[in-house]
């Protein structure tokens, strides 16, 4: 027998040793795809936009003095598919190396595409290898090939680190986590509804800003040798327009509640902030199941991630009663997440928050530390009517769970076919809610006058 198992073993370690190999690709024949967009055609195809680090312009690359910065470390490839494999593989026809989605970032759905559904296209993505369970989705509220060719990362050389960035920096502006399992993971177990970020571009700065300086000197070129012919009018009148149509912007609507008090209501390609890269994202797309239904601007999100327990920290603005023309700003932390109550037989749902601050900005000479405790009422008035004044409102205006109260009283159920019956027949837009805020001013922060 002992030598039966010795033969055995030398079979096997030889067959182990034959059938074993290895396969790849050098990086210098690789594309890493950092971003994809997808648009919607007037067939029944995809319009997909890929955008990939140049690796001749990051730090490291060819050139000793190191990486670029702004538009020159990514390039875009588009082209018409029926689903987005098919696109990466025809375009793969078109450049030298080998796209590789291993390291992409965002994808970014136009609007249109969302409003009709993305289920088929996140089921491939999740299928796929290639592509990671954290990667971002986005929402453009114009087309996503527009966004990807608009930005232009002034303060990064690795293009992926750009996009990662902005998009985990979620917990100082107002716009939600978008990442792919959370979504995925809401639209198959059912049990609630997901919020995605909104990718917009400034207003005037059009859909080819990177592509301004690469043009810019063959324009001034064209110009110059065409200015004699044109008339000084003619060429005043012209610049005048294009003044004009740049500087048109989209007018958010400003918060009028004291919360967030005189805070515009910003979503993606609304702000009017002056910057080389035109692209953003702010707001939040509000899905039910796969679809989009609406959308949410800063101040409405930002309320939506206290509710959710998502909020880590970020300034809010106070209106304060005895100086009405100048709020008081504190920078907020959420100190632990929010306790529902939720009663399915008076149909209400009661939710506490625990809001801790520290005072930062208030009119000179306010002495605010001698009524910090009237202060933290009015704060925590303004806190909670906010938020019942939108979770109430939003019930009633979206069919979308989400904040995730399908999972928060799932446990009032002794079986699952209750739970489901409960979640087809009864609605969120029947319960009244009611948010009581516990907030507090650090008093360490404090500066005590006599």
């Known amino acids: 027998m002992s030598r039966i198992r010795i033969i055995i073993t030398i079979i096997v370690v030889v067959l182990t040793t034959l059938l074993t190999g290895c396969t790849g690709k050098e990086p210098n024949e690789i594309a890493y795809v950092v971003a994809l967009g997808i648009d919607s055609t007037d067939d029944d195809n995809y319009k997909i936009t890929i955008q990939y680090a140049n690796t001749t312009q990051i730090s490291g690359g060819a050139s000793e003095s190191g990486g670029k910065a702004g538009s020159e470390i990514v390039d875009n490839v ?66 996503a090939n527009d966004y990807l060719t608009s930005v232009n990362p002034e303060m990064e050389v690795n293009p992926a680190q750009y996009y990662q960035l902005i998009y985990q920096k979620n917990q100082l502006v107002g716009i939600p986590d978008g990442q792919l399992r959370e979504f995925f993971t809401g639209l198959y177990t059912d ?68 919360y967030e008090y005189d805070i515009k209501n910003y979503i993606g390609g609304e702000t009017t902030i002056e910057k080389k890269n035109k692209a953003e994202a702010i707001g939040a797309a509000v899905f039910e199941k796969d679809k989009m ?57 009661d939710i506490e928050l625990y809001i801790e601050s520290d005072l930062y900005s208030l009119p000179a000479d306010y002495n605010v530390e001698n009524k910090i405790e009237d202060f933290e009422r009015d704060v925590a008035n303004y806190t909670s009517s906010a938020c019942t004044e939108f979770i109430n409102n939003f019930t009633k205006k979206y069919n ?38 516990n907030f507090k001013v650090r008093r360490t922060g404090l500066i005590v006058r006599e």
């Open 293 to 349: 239904v609406g959308e949410l601007g800063e101040v409405e999100t930002e309320i939506c991630k206290m509710l959710k327990g998502d909020y880590t920290y970020s300034y809010l603005t106070y209106y304060n009663n005895d100086t009405p023309d100048i709020p008081i700003t504190v920078k907020t932390t959420q100190q632990k997440k929010p306790k529902y109550k939720i009663d399915t037989d008076k149909k209400t749902v």
């Open 400 to 437: 979308s769970d989400i904040l995730k109260l399908n999972e928060k009283v799932k446990y009032k159920f002794l079986t699952n076919n209750q739970y489901n019956w409960f979640k087809k027949n009864v609605g969120w837009s029947e319960y009244k809610f009611s948010v009581c805020t």
């Open 191 to 258: 049990n609630y509804d997901s919020i995605l970020p909104v990718a917009g571009v400034i207003e005037g700065s059009g859909g080819n800003s990177q592509n301004d300086d690469k043009g810019q000197s063959k324009d001034g070129q064209n110009e110059g040798s065409e200015g004699s012919s044109e008339s000084l009018d003619s060429f005043e009148s012209k610049s005048s327009n294009e003044k004009d149509e740049n500087e048109k912007e989209k007018d958010a609507e400003k918060n009028t509640s004291k």
């Open 78 to 143: 588009t082209i018409e598919a029926p689903n987005i494999y098919a696109g990466v593989g025809l375009a793969n026809n078109i450049v030298s190396k080998s796209f590789s989605m291993s390291h992409a970032k965002l994808i970014v759905f136009s609007k249109e595409i969302a409003e009709k559904g993305v289920k088929d296209m996140i089921e491939t993505l999740v299928r796929s290898e290639e592509i990671r369970p954290d990667v971002f989705i986005a929402v453009a509220n114009t087309t």
